[in-house]
């Protein structure tokens, strides 16, 4: 069943890449050095949003619209759908970093560092993305079973800390005794 769950999400994840790779005049480039605030700059990261294109990538174009055009009127829509596609993202690489993972604790791969770069990668890019705590305890797991004991603590430490009331620090006490 895994197998074809990952199947379907490199599916999801290559087509388009290679579908725009093919096609590069259709779009034209989303983010530029200086901020357009015009009601056709969202306009245009609205329908990047609803259509999840992935190059311009509705993200960076999101990003310096919420950065570059605090005053506009619709900021504030831009901010949730900056929220919404960087909680996707999100979701989607600590799947591709379990799938990683997995390969790495059955023998088929030698070391953990595709799930783990992953898992630094949305803590570094993503500060508020919603499952962080979730996000902690099995970057944890994967510095643990990586051999990388003193990362693994402190991540541990750093769950337990900043997210008291998690349902997953009772997994992490378990791992720090």
């Not at 999100?90 to 997995?102: N, S, V």
């Amino acid at each position: 069943m895994w197998k074809i769950n990952l199947v379907i999400a490199l599916v999801f994840i290559m087509c388009p890449l290679i579908a725009i790779s093919q096609d590069t005049t259709s779009k034209t480039d989303l983010v530029s050095s200086s901020v357009d605030c015009s009601d056709g700059q969202f306009e245009i990261a609205q329908k990047g949003f609803r259509e999840r294109w992935f190059r311009g990538s509705p993200e960076k174009l999101l990003k310096g619209l919420v950065d570059g055009c605090s005053d506009a009127f619709w900021v504030d829509g831009a901010k949730s759908y900056l929220h919404t596609v960087q909680e996707e993202r999100a979701d989607t690489l600590i799947k591709i970093a379990l799938y990683y993972e997995r390969l790495f604790v059955t023998g088929k791969s030698t070391n953990n560092r595709g799930a783990i770069s992953r898992y630094e990668f949305i803590l570094a890019n993503y500060p508020h993305y919603s499952r962080t705590d979730y996000l902690l305890l099995i970057l944890g797991n994967a510095y643990s079973s990586a051999g990388e004991w003193e990362k693994g603590f402190s991540t541990y430490t750093r769950l337990i800390n900043e997210f008291p009331t998690s349902k997953y620090v009772r997994n992490a006490y378990r791992h720090l005794d």
